[in-house]
């Protein structure tokens, strides 16, 4: 009896040694994370044009955040993307509060950061398994109300026609983004294309409108929104001026008609689609493009406006003496503008 006690006992030893051998030999399993370890970019629209987070990261948080966006307003949001880059790297994702006064960048920051990060998650943008070819529908807001167009898309995801069916936007100023921004777009066959100086929101709301339609296609927004059809440079203007203008606004074309009177030769030189700047838009010489800074006869009584960037505003009261000039103005004989004045009387930059 008592061998055989020895025996089981023997074997049970043997038994839970080699089971311990076993457990001690065999390799540790590394805890999964939260992300895949590497860097990953994405892009989405800001103010001026894309704006691109690059995200590093280690297998559980956030290790380094680079933001590129050269097109936004230097002074706006470009002045803005270091705070971006840390409120990211320091939220460890694209929920974060951005800067005020450059929201537009601040919510391309954090779409883009959510994107690369779902990336880093192993998650990929779902597309449909098949594009439908046909005539979509899209809007888009722009900067006086809603962009709408009719978008043709072919059988390849490809944008084959394009014409914006209602708008609302600034003739010779949001307008003349749709002119410069369609043939680009139709050459590429998708949205990737510049935003026009000077005409961001109307361009902005184009992009939109057209991924929007893109999208009722079945249409892979990623790929769609990266059709890019750079335009070709233009001949170089070489030569010498004795006077050079920067800027085509009232003061500059003002500056520039009396340097030609006085003889000199003379070159303006403007980054806008047109010239006149803000004398396109303004009422004499009264800028009223900012209709929330002024009075609204809907609501007369009324001190503050809401701005297109959803800030609330102070209204501007005017002072007596913008009224005084008012009335000038209100007074001015306009038989001197007849076009046929200037033939027998100079002008002089300033003369009221």
Not at 62 to 81: F, H, R, S
Request: with cysteine; glycine share 12%; aromatic share 6%.
């Amino acid at each position: 009896m008592k061998k055989s006690l020895k025996l089981l006992s023997a074997v049970l030893l043997s038994a839970s040694m080699a089971a311990c051998s076993s457990q001690s030999n065999e390799p540790a399993q590394e805890e999964a994370g939260k992300y895949t370890a590497g860097t990953y970019s994405a892009t989405a629209e800001g103010f001026g044009g894309p704006v691109t987070v690059t995200v590093t990261t280690d297998k559980n948080a956030v290790t380094d955040v680079k933001i590129e966006g050269e097109k936004e307003t230097p002074t706006v949001g470009g002045a803005a993307l270091e705070e971006l880059t840390k409120q990211v790297l320091e939220a460890g994702s694209g929920e974060i509060d951005g800067v005020s006064g450059a929201t537009l960048t601040s919510n391309a920051v954090k779409e883009a950061a959510a994107s690369a990060l779902a990336q880093a998650e192993g998650k990929t943008e779902e597309t449909s398994a098949e594009v439908k070819a046909g005539t979509y529908t899209g809007k888009g807001e722009g900067y006086n109300g809603p962009v709408e167009v009719s978008a043709t898309i072919d059988e390849n995801g490809k944008l084959t026609g394009l014409e914006v069916t209602s708008s609302g936007e600034t003739d010779h100023v949001g307008t003349v983004a749709f002119d410069i921004m369609i043939p680009q777009m139709l050459e590429a066959g998708g949205s990737g294309v510049d935003n026009v100086s000077g005409a961001t929101f109307s361009s902005r709301a184009l992009k939109e409108a057209v991924n929007a339609a893109a999208a009722e296609a079945g249409v892979n927004a990623s790929e769609f929104s990266k059709a890019v059809a750079a335009p070709a440079a233009g001949e170089p203007v070489e030569g010498t001026w004795d006077v050079v203008v920067v800027g085509a606004g009232g003061a500059g074309i003002a500056a520039a008609a009396q340097a030609a009177q006085n003889g000199e030769t003379v070159l303006v030189i403007e980054q806008n689609a047109e010239v006149g700047g803000n004398t396109l838009v303004s009422g004499g010489q009264y800028q009223s493009v900012m209709p929330y800074l002024v009075w609204d006869p809907e609501d007369p009584d009324a001190e503050t406006g809401t701005g297109f960037d959803g800030v609330e505003y102070n209204k501007v009261k005017s002072v007596q003496g913008c009224i005084d000039e008012l009335k000038m103005i209100l007074d001015w004989n306009e038989d001197e503008f007849d076009a046929d004045y200037y033939l027998d009387n100079e002008f002089v930059a300033g003369d009221a």
